[in-house]
């Protein structure tokens, strides 16, 4: 993993597993997790509208 992309996305990959895990032991997600999910709902509003899903083709 040399370049930054690949870094990132192998970050992003052991946090899917971990999530996975503590689902799988104990039905909820993570702390972090949760956490992650609601400052992503607040910051949605203020995400440009060129980079909405809609927009993705």
Do not use: D, H
């Not at 039905?27 to 809609?54: A, H, N, W």
Request: glycine share 12%; with cysteine.
């Amino acid at each position: 993993m040399g370049t930054k992309t690949a870094k990132q996305l192998g970050g992003g990959g052991k946090m899917i597993i971990n999530t996975l895990k503590a689902i799988v032991e104990t039905g909820r997600l993570p702390i972090g997790t949760r956490v992650l999910y609601q400052i992503i709902k607040l910051t949605t509003p203020f995400t440009p509208k060129r980079c909405r899903s809609e927009n993705w083709q």
